[in-house]
């Protein structure tokens, strides 16, 4: 059992498949959370939902606007807030063949997925030298590493995402934090439960494990990657693919 009872935890995309996860699993460390959604409807779901936690800060964010990211970013600032542990979690698909892409579905999918991501990090890395002390965890794909047909801009944003990763580790191992990302394989959520038999059925005997990751697999490692038994490790790409991929 983790305890974070001092540490303040950001998370974006909070309100989804693995951000619901990894909501839940860092509140119970006691943390003080910072959860980033797009959609007010799902926050106050959520509220609802885990009503008795007093550990919770709510914001509904459109990441796609990077001037909302900054004025979110600069409002927690401006509270004297320390984030002491980030998590850009938040990911955005717009999947079509690469000839048949507009240049909208192209920006949109990397203004989430990777330029609120870089804006967050800009802003609060800051703090965290200050404080000699940080954690910064990405949640990248494992497509990133692999690629997939039909998804050329959410590919190419992940793979950028892993990039700015290990970039950012270097500049600040010196500093007392650590920059990782997490990549998971397919991982049962909402989104994989509208796929058809047929659909998991093929997806399933590309794992060696034979079944589909739970979002329980990617917070646990999250929460080891914001713990201190993390010291050591920065710039890692780590997959959960349950052996889909190994590189």
Known sequence: MYNFQNLNVLITGATGGIGKSLTLAFMKTG???FLVSSSIDKINS??????????LNLFAVDLSNKDEVYKFCDKIIENQSQIDVVINNAGLTDDTLFMRMSDDAWNKVFDVNLNASMIICKKFIRPMIKAKWGRIINISSVVGSTGNPGQANYVASKAALNGLTKSLALEVANRGITVNSISPGFIDTSMTKKLNEKQREAILEKIPMGRMGLG????SLALFLASEKSNYITGQNIHVNGGLFLG
């Open 46 to 55: 959520l509220k609802n939902e885990i009503s008795n936690a007093s550990n």
């Open 216 to 219: 329980e697999d990617v917070s």
């Open 31 to 33: 943390a003080n959370l």
